[in-house]
Every structure is written in structure tokens, then in C-alpha cells.
């Protein structure tokens, strides 16, 4: 039987220190194999224009790692709600030892976790087991890890809008920079808007988190120095997004 709260903790910690499945897969299998009988550890995951799945597993026992690639459609087709246990144990990708149960757990609209176990492991019925007290605590982890994914892509192409945005200001600027119509700045106020609105959506989903990998610089593919630079310049506080708790 497992050290429960041990377990809990080190889920928790390789949550914690992961932004996306790329960075929680190495984290996650060490730290789940060594209180339960984990072979290997999957993650599905759309890329960044959602047009291929990337594919990485992770056997803990050997460290041995495995990647490939799918079409958009592979993760689709495999769509679940909640915490599934697979009927149909598929072999494992990287490990040597046989697949003998494998829960799947979808992360947001655009990841699966999938992990497989050498030996069989069930929710048990009537009162609450461990079993279900760790496959509940993972799940709210995966639905966490899915709402930054999602937050990421977001700014990400909030980015790109506003780097749009900022092109075609300038280019319309310079083809008419002899014509004096009125209201030649709204463009700039929408744009700065835009700007604030993306930055308060990285900050919102960071706490306030401006370094690391799991920070608001990263989430927006800028240097922190930048982020910072344009949070002076907006008049945006890090104050205003960092939990009171």
C-alpha cells in the first residue's frame, strides 16, 4: 500500500513545476513510480497551431524516453471525459515490462495523459479507496495544467493579432502620413488595450509569475526584462494578479 500523502506531495510538485506535458512528463513518472508499479508514462499534446499531436513517452524504471508525431485527428479520436481506465491495454511504447492497466486523463481540449501500470489497478467500489482519492487528485492537476495550456494559446495568439495589428498601423500610417483626418489615434488606444488585455491574461493565469517556465514572459514568448519593460509602460501591477493566500 502506498505512502498516500507522500504520493499526493510529489503529484503535486511536478505539477507545480511544469507549464506544459512536455515539462511534467520526466517529472511525473519518477515520482509516481516510485510508490505505485508505473511501466511508463504517455502525454498527447496539440502543437502550438493545432495541427499535429506530438507524442512523448517516459518509462521511469530505465529513463528511457520515445517521441514521435500524429495528425491533429490521432488525439481527437482518442477524446474522454474525466479519468478512464482502458479496457484494451495497449503494449508499452518505450518500456520492457507488459502494460497490465493504463489510465487515460484528458489535460484541457488539447493533451492526454496516459499512464500504464504493471500490474492491475482498479477503483474499487462503495467507500472512497486511495485508488480513487490519487486518480482524483491527478485529474484536477490535468484540469489545471489544461486551463494554462489553454491560456498560453490564447496570448500566444493575441501576440501574433497585435503584432498584426502594429504591421498594418505602421504600414497605414506611412501611405497616408500627409493626410490630417481626425482620430488618427484610435488606432494606438486599441492596440495598447489589446497589449493590456493579453499581458493581464498571462499574469491572471501565472499569479502574478513573471520568471520561469511556468511564468507570464513565458507564456508570452517574451524576455521577462520585456514583459516588465511593457508592464511599466501600460501601467500594469504584478500586485494586482499574486493570490493574497
Not at 504520493?7 to 507549464?19: H, T
Not at 495589428?165 to 504600414?171: M, S
Request: with cysteine; hydrophobic share 40%; net charge neutral.
Amino acid at each position: 500500500m502506498p505512502d498516500l500523502v507522500e504520493l499526493l506531495n510529489e503529484i503535486s510538485v511536478a505539477f507545480a513545476l511544469s507549464s506544459n506535458l512536455r515539462t511534467l512528463l520526466p517529472r511525473l513518472a519518477p515520482a509516481m513510480a516510485r510508490h505505485l508499479p508505473v511501466v511508463e508514462v504517455e502525454a498527447l499534446h496539440l502543437d502550438r497551431e493545432g495541427q499535429s499531436v506530438q507524442i512523448a513517452a517516459h518509462a521511469p524504471e530505465s529513463g528511457r524516453c520515445w517521441i514521435g508525431q500524429r495528425s491533429a485527428r490521432f488525439l481527437h479520436r482518442q477524446a474522454i471525459r474525466g479519468a478512464v481506465w482502458c479496457d484494451e491495454v495497449e503494449p508499452a511504447r518505450v518500456a520492457m515490462t507488459p502494460v497490465a492497466a493504463r489510465l487515460k486523463i484528458m489535460v484541457g481540449h488539447a493533451g492526454l495523459l496516459s499512464i500504464g501500470f504493471e500490474t492491475d489497478i482498479s477503483v474499487e467500489g462503495g467507500a472512497t479507496s486511495n485508488t480513487e482519492i490519487w486518480v482524483s487528485s491527478l485529474q484536477g492537476h490535468c484540469a489545471r495544467l489544461g486551463q494554462l495550456d489553454a491560456t498560453a494559446r490564447r496570448c500566444r495568439h493575441a501576440h501574433r493579432e497585435v503584432t498584426q495589428v502594429t504591421q498594418d498601423t505602421e504600414d497605414t500610417e506611412t501611405s497616408v502620413k500627409d493626410r490630417s483626418e481626425p482620430g488618427t489615434d484610435i488606432p494606438v488606444r486599441t492596440l495598447d488595450a489589446a497589449i493590456i488585455d493579453c499581458i493581464s491574461s498571462a499574469l491572471q493565469a501565472t499569479g502574478g509569475q513573471i520568471y520561469g517556465k511556468a511564468g507570464a514572459a513565458k507564456l508570452l514568448g517574451l524576455k521577462p526584462s520585456t514583459l516588465q519593460s511593457k508592464m511599466r509602460r501600460l501601467g500594469i501591477a504584478r500586485s494586482d494578479f499574486v493570490s493574497s493566500s
